[in-house]
């Protein structure tokens, strides 16, 4: 068989899915493409979900803006497409049009890899209330941590809670102002600061999410989502004062490699994604 897999959003110029997903196909012997599919509007989606119906695509990606746009095309939605309303994986299952989140496990399965067994405070602030805060979210509040949402759009926070709530026991999940006293009031609480926001990715490498002012407590770390740079502004700022930072690259690695075994039922190595990754940074 030759797979045909891609990835549609905007932009995609800069995206590292094609390595991953053809490292993926090349490492487990199989035949096949992964192309970009660029799309700013909407518009044309249907027509491209269709390539999927037709079986001319084996296996679809998403990205932003249309994570949540393709909603309204599927038959079938996964358990954590459901719960966080976006997809980021597509494939037919019969003649039913299925949408997936490969997003929350992603995050999970890293997170769990980078600090699992450090003895972490199971209380987390995410900074953004979006499409990746709650996978997030949902991802933590199913193994029983305790999650805050600040947005600098207090509102956008409120809602997130509230579409969160049915799958939160009471009072793990609250809603926050991304301002300098309330994050300061609860941050002592905290063991770990998730930055779900696009402050200090490129090219607005020096937007640090967090308000200067916030004293970072004795036992706090880092998953900052952002993967360019490599270090954002904001594990900078953790790693001088001597506390756990990583970048978003491990979950993008995950949820790359969990759709491919969601399409194809192939595990993929993941050092083997890794080593390539690196091949291209150092190349
Ligand atoms: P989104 O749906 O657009 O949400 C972004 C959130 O961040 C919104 O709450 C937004 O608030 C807030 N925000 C934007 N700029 C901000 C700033 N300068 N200061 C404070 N808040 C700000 O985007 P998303 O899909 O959730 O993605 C968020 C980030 O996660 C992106 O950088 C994305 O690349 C990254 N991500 C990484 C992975 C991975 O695998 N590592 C996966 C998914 C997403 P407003 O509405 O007020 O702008």
């Known amino acids: 068989m030759i797979y045909h897999f891609g990835l549609t959003g905007y932009p995609l110029g ?11 196909l090349q490492s487990t012997g199989q035949a096949g493409d992964y192309k970009l599919f660029p799309m700013k509007s909407e518009f044309s989606l249907e027509s ?44 037919l299952r019969g003649d039913q049009l299925v949408g997936d989140n490969t997003d929350v496990s992603g995050f999970l399965t890293d997170l769990n890899e980078k ?37 600098r759009n207090f509102q956008q926070a409120q809602n997130t809670v509230e579409a969160l709530s049915p799958w939160a026991r009471s009072g793990y999940l609250q809603a926050f102002p991304l301002t300098m006293s309330p994050i300061e009031e ?14 200090g990715m490129s090219p607005n490498i020096l937007l640090d999410p967090l ?14 989502l952002v993967y360019n740079p490599e270090t954002t502004i904001l594990m900078k700022r953790f790693q001088e004062n001597g506390k756990l930072a990583f970048n978003g690259l491990g979950m993008l690695v995950e949820q790359g490699a969990q759709s491919f075994e969601l ?20 190349g």
Do not use: C
């Open 186 to 199: 609860i941050i002592d609480q905290i063991g770990l600061l998730v930055n779900a926001t696009p402050a």
């Open 48 to 91: 491209l979900l269709l390539l999927l119906r037709q079986g001319e695509l084996h296996g679809l990606n998403v990205t932003i803006p249309h994570k949540q746009n393709v909603l309204q095309y599927v038959d079938l939605l996964s358990h954590t497409a459901k719960m966080t309303g976006a997809i980021n994986t597509l494939y």
């Open 263 to 282: 399409w194809t039922g192939i595990f993929v190595s993941r050092s083997v994604l890794w080593n390539a990754l690196s091949m291209r940074r150092d």
């Open 211 to 224: 308000p200067a002012e916030i004293h970072l407590p004795q036992q706090i770390a880092l998953y900052d």
């Open 115 to 151: 600090i699992g067994g450090q003895g972490i405070r199971h209380s987390a602030l995410i900074l953004g209330a979006g499409g990746a805060a709650r996978a997030v979210a949902i991802g933590l509040l199913s193994v029983g941590w305790q999650v805050s949402i600040a947005a």
């Open 14 to 24: 800069h995206s590292l899915s094609p390595i991953i997903l053809q490292t993926a």
